[in-house]
């Protein structure tokens, strides 16, 4: 399924959300929910109802141009994989600075068909037969080049088939175990100083769990804890470790969860910092929009 990005309202929201950065006041934008380095806004048209997805400003035209190789590379590889991906498109215009603003169009799907809420709404049954199936969407997706971030939150139900929506970080590594996505992009919201410590000093934790069907299902099961289902994981556990060479634990998926809330409960203080300095000392807009604080 295709669909037609409609230009002129999205150049029409991407004029509310600098406005929207410029007075630090967010109200006139529909937010469908918060990533942990972008936002998703919701975009009315007649065409119907798109989420779109902003991406950090891209410095030059050529940078663009590669995250849009990999962008579509990293859908077509998840596809041949078994991971059915929802139709998306990237969207861009010319911005002030120079660079290129974008931003990851999809149209809306029911958003109580999404796993993170029906994990919540439907039975125990639901529950397991959904697990079933996720896993062999990993086991067929994932490998030592290609990761998944696949946190329920990312996956909508659609006709007994589970359509997945996260694909903004394509998750790609070459023959030497680097990442093909351009991190130091992904780090822009820090503060300048810190940048390249921490992308150095973090990059390799954020990452490397996405690469295997171990680390992935430990992060999916992790963030269980923020959704407040964490009474799933046993059950989840016992499904799972007879295909892991070494089992996960009830500790160990505690433990992940305390350290991954803890490391981007830190990056968000720095975000907060680098915004405080931005508008009360240089008396500039910041350039990001931050989602509010989570109750991890």
């Known amino acids: 399924m295709t669909f037609v990005v409609p230009d002129r309202e999205l150049e029409s929201l991407e004029t509310q959300v600098k406005e929207a950065l410029r ?11 918060y990533g942990e380095v972008t936002l998703v806004l919701k975009l009315e048209t007649s065409r119907g109802d798109f989420a779109c997805k902003r991406l950090p400003i891209f410095p030059t035209q050529e940078r663009f141009e590669r995250y849009a190789q990999s962008f579509y590379e990293y859908i077509a590889r998840l596809e041949v994989g078994g991971v059915r991906v929802a139709p998306t498109q990237l969207w861009s215009t010319s911005h002030p600075s120079g660079g290129i603003a974008a931003y990851c169009v999809q149209e809306t799907l029911p958003s109580e068909r999404l796993c993170s809420r029906l994990l919540h709404t439907e039975g125990d049954g639901w529950a397991e037969d959904f697990f079933g199936r996720f896993l062999d969407c990993v086991d067929g997706a994932v490998s030592s080049s290609l990761g998944l971030d696949a946190q329920a939150s990312n996956w909508v139900d659609l006709d007994g088939e589970l359509v997945y929506l996260d694909i903004t970080t394509p998750l790609m590594r070459d023959d030497r175990g680097r990442e093909e996505l351009d991190v130091r992009l992904f780090f822009t919201s820090l503060p300048w100083l810190l940048r390249d410590a921490v992308r150095v000093s973090m990059t390799k934790s954020i990452f490397d769990k996405f690469y295997s069907t171990r680390g992935v299902v430990l992060d999916f099961l992790g963030n269980l804890h923020k959704e407040r289902l964490e009474k799933l994981v046993p059950a ?17 998926v505690a433990d992940y969860y305390r350290e991954d809330a803890r490391m981007w409960e830190m990056i968000q203080r720095l975000r907060k910092a680098d915004r405080f300095w931005h508008r009360r000392i240089r008396r500039r807009s910041y350039p990001f929009l931050l989602p509010p604080d989570v109750d991890r």
């Open 23 to 33: 007075s630090a006041d967010d109200k006139a934008l529909t937010v469908l929910g």
């Open 236 to 252: 989840y556990l016992s499904r799972v470790n007879p295909r892991l060479d070494v089992p996960l634990t009830e500790d160990e």
